[in-house]
């Protein structure tokens, strides 16, 4: 009941112009039908490459936005700016979180901002390798679940979907096993049920995230309750991007 999602994260890759010739590339290809894909190009790429996606199923997504409507706040994009051209925005990605002093506060921020303006958010949450090697990952998927969803409630919550990236497994090239990305999805699933309510939990599609590759997809979204996948790295190389987008179908 959940249509699988898979996601392409360019990070800071690309120019426009090679955004515009990967999206054509991938869009060009043969996509499988049941399966969700969002792309999502830097921000000065992604006008471009929603124009490059018009009439094909496939839908552009930005990697950040800024929970403001419009402000004093140089080089940052609004989610009002978004709407019309992209459908999709990254939230909370753990480069932001460590890189650019993210706060759970400021991802629920973010979060309110995308939902009101009628964006699909992908709220990204995962532990630490010392967090993982001291017992902590569930506690730590399950408050930053909840914080993410403070005062939201499950109507308001409905597009949303959530990543489980283990910033361990994020551009090392080590994933989580199978199971240790079915049994994280499970938490995050129980945290959200006890955030929102047990049916939205059950409806909201979970996907892992954290060097998935051609390779390794297929046992990966075959678990149980893995909904699809957050891809970086191989998500910049065409053929990469559409093999892990198949893997998506049971
Ligand atoms: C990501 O950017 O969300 C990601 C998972 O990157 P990679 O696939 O390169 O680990």
């Not at 460590?98 to 400021?106: P, R």
């Not at 990952?137 to 979907?161: C, F, H, K, M």
């Not at 998500?235 to 049971?250: M, R």
Request: aromatic share 4%; net charge negative; with cysteine.
């Amino acid at each position: 009941m959940r249509r699988p999602l898979v996601a392409g994260n360019w990070k800071m890759h690309t120019t426009p112009q090679s955004a515009v010739e990967l999206a054509r590339a991938i869009v060009r290809a043969e996509l499988p039908a049941d399966v969700e894909i969002v792309l999502c190009p830097p921000a000065i790429a992604v006008t471009d490459v929603a124009r490059a996606v018009v009439g094909t199923p496939v839908r552009v997504g930005a990697q950040n936005m800024h929970w403001a409507d419009a402000g004093a706040y140089t080089g940052e994009i609004s989610a009002p700016m978004l709407v019309g051209v992209a459908e999709v925005v990254i939230v909370g990605h753990s480069e932001r979180r460590a890189d650019f002093g993210e706060t759970d506060a400021i991802v629920n921020r973010k979060l309110r901002a995308a939902l009101a303006a009628g964006l699909t958010p992908i709220v990204c949450v995962g532990e630490t390798e010392a967090i993982r090697d001291a017992g902590g990952a569930r506690e730590t998927i399950t408050s930053q679940v909840r914080s993410a969803l403070a005062g939201i409630d499950s109507a308001a919550a409905e597009p949303l979907v959530l990543a489980y990236e283990p910033v361990w497994a994020i551009g090392t090239g080590r994933t989580a096993t199978p199971k240790q990305a079915a049994e994280a999805i499970g938490w995050a699933r129980e945290a959200l049920s006890q955030a929102l309510d047990a049916a939205t939990a059950q409806r909201t599609r979970i996907l892992y995230g954290g060097s998935v590759s051609p390779g390794n997809a297929r046992e990966l979204l075959a678990q149980d309750g893995v909904d699809g996948a957050l891809v970086g790295g191989a998500s910049l190389e065409a053929a990469d991007f559409i093999a892990i987008a198949w893997s998506a179908i049971a």
